[in-house]
């Protein structure tokens, strides 16, 4: 069974940084790409970044870019998001999802959450002084 379970959430001021981790099990990361997303209160869920099934590729939503770094560990079957100079505005619900490669095609990812059908629970991230 495919799952999804992304952790290290939490409180920090503007400027600080947090890392999240998604443990995936039931599958491999060379067999899917991996997604980033966040939905803030009253908002819709919106792509952040994604990682290709081969791990070549990374795509990142024009708010983060420069700040946020995805990452993946295939020993350890987790995919990571390091966000550096967190701001207000950043504060959601960040969920990661997995699907077979876009189109078939292994280093491609994108961020629209309607390719994405396998979710996590999510993790709270408050950035807020």
């Known amino acids: 069974q495919l799952q999804l379970v992304e952790s290290g959430g939490g409180l920090v001021q503007p400027g600080g940084s947090l890392r999240l981790s998604c443990a995936a099990s039931?599958?491999?990361?060379?067999?899917?790409?991996i997604g980033w997303f966040r939905q803030a209160p009253g908002k819709e869920r919106e792509g952040v970044s994604c990682?290709?099934?081969?791990?070549?590729?990374?795509n990142y939503a024009d708010s983060v870019k420069g700040r946020f770094a995805v990452s993946r560990d295939t020993a350890s079957n987790t995919v990571y998001l390091q966000m550096n100079s967190l701001k207000p505005e950043d504060t959601a619900v960040y969920y990661c999802?997995?699907?077979?490669?876009?189109?078939?095609?292994?280093?491609?990812?994108?961020?629209?959450?309607?390719?994405?059908?396998?979710w996590g629970q999510g993790t709270q991230v408050t950035v807020s002084s």
């Open positions: 999802a997995a699907d077979p490669p876009y189109l078939g095609i292994q280093a491609m990812c994108v961020t629209s959450r309607y390719e994405y059908n396998y």
């Open positions: 039931g599958f491999t990361l060379e067999d899917y790409a």
């Open positions: 990682i290709s099934s081969n791990g070549v590729t990374t």
